[in-house]
């Protein structure tokens, strides 16, 4: 079901099924600004003072999901997102898209379309368009702000065997304030654990190869993303294609599209697919998370009909 109303002080689109709902403000963005169970609580930060705002002059985080195009810059990253977007819904009454103008500075135009595939699942399709005057070499970048106090969860790839597997197959990528030593990192064999509550000081991480797929797990209820990841492509960051950032008041879950030139009028799409899952244990050991939470993200893939990448 699709209606319009308002939100925080804005203008929304709200698409909902009989379990989750998804909510789109109209005066800003593109943005989702909140996504959640039916009886539930929003997974979404929110930066509360910045909420209802609209055309100031400057940058807003606000929270919520949002689409960049990276590598990150200082100038062409940061552009405005504080006007209204035009908004279409789909003639089936599963889904709209929401079109942002095209940015001053960057020529850039960015578009969101979200579809229910069911009861608990959105596929969110980003676009990249270059109606500037010139090429441009850029990724999608979708960015997806999650409430402190959960456990984000990054899978690694299957584990190779030695004397069989002689050579490195993926890295992992930290940014230069990153310190590993923290409390809220936690590696395990299989998976790599951010304990958001933990969190003191802002770090980031990207991973060079991972099975396409992250989860934030919340108070009993699970954020899960899934994206395609093509290998052998180049990758922006020192070929990062999933990253996550964190500080104390937020966890960011990224997913990233392959490095592509876009000559004028040409468009990039990266798609991702939410779930949420309810009703699982914390994922902080190896037992929880092969007994319980990688058999139900392992259903809830196939229901989507989305494949790990090995």
């Known amino acids: 079901m699709i209606q319009e109303q308002d939100y925080k002080g804005w203008k929304s689109a709200v698409l909902s099924s009989n379990e989750i709902?998804?909510?789109?403000?109209?005066?800003?963005?593109p943005r989702i600004m909140s996504l959640r169970?039916?009886?539930?609580?929003?997974?979404?930060?929110?930066?509360?003072?910045?909420?209802?705002?609209r055309n100031e002059p400057d940058h807003r985080f606000r929270g919520g999901h949002r689409l960049w195009h990276s590598p990150e810059h200082p100038e062409r990253t940061y552009q405005l997102d504080n006007s209204p977007v035009s908004c279409e819904f789909n003639g089936a009454g599963t889904g709209f898209s929401i079109t942002g103008d095209v940015e001053e500075k960057t020529g850039m135009r960015k578009r969101i379309e979200v579809t229910l595939l069911g009861g608990r699942s959105v596929r969110v399709a980003h676009r990249l368009s270059n109606e500037g005057l010139w090429p441009v070499e850029c990724a999608a970048w979708p960015v997806t702000m999650l409430r402190r106090g959960g456990l984000g969860v990054i899978p690694?790839?299957?584990?190779?065997?030695?004397?069989?597997?002689?050579?490195?197959?993926?890295?992992?990528?930290?940014?230069t304030y990153t310190d590993l030593s923290a409390p809220c990192w936690k590696f395990h064999r299989?998976?790599?654990?951010?304990?958001?509550?933990?969190?003191?000081?802002?770090?980031?991480?990207?991973?060079?190869?991972?099975?396409?797929?992250?989860?934030?797990?919340?108070?009993?209820?699970?954020?899960?993303?899934a994206t395609p990841v093509h290998p052998?492509?180049?990758?922006?960051?020192?070929?990062?294609?999933?990253?996550?950032?964190?500080?104390?008041?937020?966890?960011?879950?990224?997913?990233?599209?392959?490095l592509t030139r876009m000559e004028r009028c040409d468009a990039v799409e990266h798609q991702e697919i939410w779930g949420l899952l309810p009703d699982l244990p914390r994922p902080d050991s190896e037992e929880a998370y092969r007994d319980a939470f990688l058999p139900a993200v392992g259903r809830w893939l196939e229901s989507v009909s989305v494949k790990p990448v090995v």
């Open 21 to 29: 709902e998804l909510i789109a403000p109209l005066d800003i963005g």
């Open 156 to 175: 690694f790839p299957p584990k190779g065997e030695h004397p069989r597997d002689l050579l490195p197959t993926w890295s992992l990528v930290p940014w």
């Open 37 to 53: 169970f039916r009886e539930g609580d929003n997974f979404l930060f929110q930066i509360e003072e910045e909420l209802g705002g």
């Open 232 to 258: 052998g492509a180049k990758y922006p960051d020192l070929g990062s294609c999933m990253e996550t950032f964190c500080n104390d008041a937020f966890i960011e879950l990224e997913s990233l599209g392959p």
């Open 190 to 225: 299989d998976f790599l654990a951010v304990d958001s509550a933990k969190v003191t000081a802002p770090h980031k991480l990207g991973l060079t190869r991972y099975p396409g797929w992250s989860a934030y797990w919340l108070n009993g209820a699970t954020f899960v993303k």
